[in-house]
C-alpha cells in the first residue's frame, strides 16, 4: 500500500521546468507594479488633505485676513496682495530709530499700507503722523506738537501691519488717556511733559476739524547764528507763525511780537531799548519749546533775558523820575 500511494501521488504531481531569468524579470515587474499602486495612494492621500485644509482655512479664516511675511519676503508685497485702502492721506516721519534695518523695515510697512515716509532731516509741513520710540525735546517731534500732529508710538505701525490697514491713531498716541499699553515716565520728567503737551495741543487744534497752529499769533524776529535761525523758523512756521527777515539793529519790522536773542552766536549789535519801548517781549529760543511743554504756558515777559528786565526798570525809573520832576514845576 505505501508504495501504490507513492506511485499515485508522483503521477498527480505536475513536473515543470522555470527559466531563473524569466522568474527574475516577473518578480521585479511585480514589484514595479506594487510601487506604482503605492504612489498613485499616497498620491491619492495627498490630494484629499489639502482640499480638507482648504475647506478648514475657508471656514476659519475672515475675509480681510492679512498674510504673514515670510522671512524671505518683502512686506511691501505681502501687503500689495491684502486688499486695502487708505480713506486720507498719511505722511509720516520717524523719529529716534537708529537701527538702519529697523527704521527700512517700517518704511516698508508704511509704503506697503499705501502711506508716504518723509525722508528730510528737518521738519516738513506736509507730515501727518510722526512715529517716535521714546519723545524728546528735537525739532521734529516740537514741531509736530506746534503743527497739531499726531505723534505716535511704534506699536501704531505694528497693529496697522497686521491689520491691513492704517488703524485709528488714540490707544498709540503719547498723552492719550486711551493709550493704556504705552510706557510711563516719571512724573515731572521731561518726557512726561512732553507726551502731555502732544496730545494737549493736538487736541486743541484740530477740534473743530480745522488744523491751526500753536504759534499762530505769532509775528517773530530771530538774532541769532544762521543755522539756528533756519532751525528756530522753521519751528514757528510749524505752528502757523511767521518770522520776519529784517537786519540788525531790527527796528524796522512792523507788527512784531516776540524778539528771540542768542547775543553769543552773532555778535552783530541790535537796539534792545527799540524793543522795550514798543513793549516785544525779548526771549531766549528755549522759550518755544517750553511755550508748547509747559501748562499753563508762561508769560512771556516774565521770561525776558536780563538785559530787558534792566533795561525796563531803568526806563520805568527814569519815567518816574520825569513824572516827579513835572510835578514839582508846576
Given amino acids: 500500500l505505501p508504495a501504490n500511494t507513492e506511485v499515485a501521488e508522483s503521477q498527480n504531481t505536475a513536473i515543470t521546468w522555470e527559466d531563473p531569468q524569466e522568474r527574475e524579470a516577473r518578480q521585479r515587474i511585480n514589484a514595479e507594479l506594487t510601487r506604482d499602486t503605492q504612489e498613485i495612494l499616497d498620491e ?4 484629499q488633505q489639502k482640499a480638507e485644509a482648504t475647506d478648514n482655512d475657508k471656514e476659519n479664516k475672515p475675509d480681510n485676513d492679512v498674510k504673514v511675511p515670510h522671512s524671505k519676503q518683502s512686506l511691501s508685497k505681502v501687503f500689495e496682495s491684502n486688499n486695502h485702502t ?3 492721506n498719511h505722511v509720516f516721519v520717524l523719529s529716534g530709530l537708529n537701527d538702519q534695518e529697523d527704521r527700512d523695515r ?18 516738513d509741513p506736509s507730515v501727518t503722523h510722526l512715529v517716535t520710540v521714546k519723545p524728546n525735546r528735537s525739532e ?10 499726531w505723534v505716535l508710538n511704534l506699536s501704531y505701525l505694528e497693529a496697522s501691519m497686521e491689520a491691513g490697514k492704517f488703524v485709528k491713531e488714540d490707544e498709540h ?30 487736541t486743541a487744534l484740530t477740534t473743530d476739524g480745522e488744523c491751526r497752529g500753536a504759534f499762530q499769533n505769532m509775528k517773530a524776529i530771530i538774532h541769532s547764528s ?52 514798543q513793549k516785544i517781549p525779548c ?4 522759550y518755544l519749546s517750553n511755550y508748547l511743554i509747559m501748562d499753563p504756558i508762561p508769560d512771556a515777559y516774565e521770561n525776558c533775558i536780563d538785559e530787558y528786565k534792566k533795561i525796563e526798570r531803568d526806563m520805568s525809573n527814569g519815567k518816574q523820575k520825569a513824572i516827579r520832576r513835572s510835578r514839582s514845576t508846576r
Fill in 283 to 286: 526771549l531766549p529760543p528755549v
Fill in 226 to 277: 544762521k543755522e539756528r535761525v533756519q532751525s528756530l523758523a522753521r519751528l514757528v512756521n510749524s505752528g502757523h507763525g511767521e518770522v520776519v527777515s529784517v537786519k540788525p539793529p531790527y527796528t524796522e519790522g512792523e507788527d512784531i511780537t516776540h524778539f528771540f536773542v542768542e547775543p553769543h552766536k552773532n555778535p552783530s549789535k541790535y537796539d534792545l531799548a527799540h524793543f522795550v519801548s
Fill in 86 to 88: 487708505t480713506k486720507r
Fill in 44 to 47: 491619492q492621500m495627498q490630494h
Fill in 140 to 149: 521734529k517731534i516740537l514741531s509736530a506738537i506746534a503743527s497739531g500732529r
Fill in 173 to 202: 498716541e503719547w498723552g492719550n488717556p486711551s493709550a493704556v499699553d504705552l510706557p510711563e515716565f516719571p512724573q515731572d520728567s521731561i518726557e512726561e511733559k512732553l507726551v502731555a503737551a502732544a496730545y494737549r495741543w493736538r
Fill in 106 to 123: 517700517y518704511v516698508e510697512i508704511i509704503e506697503g499700507l499705501g502711506g508716504t515716509i518723509c525722508q528730510e532731516q528737518s521738519w
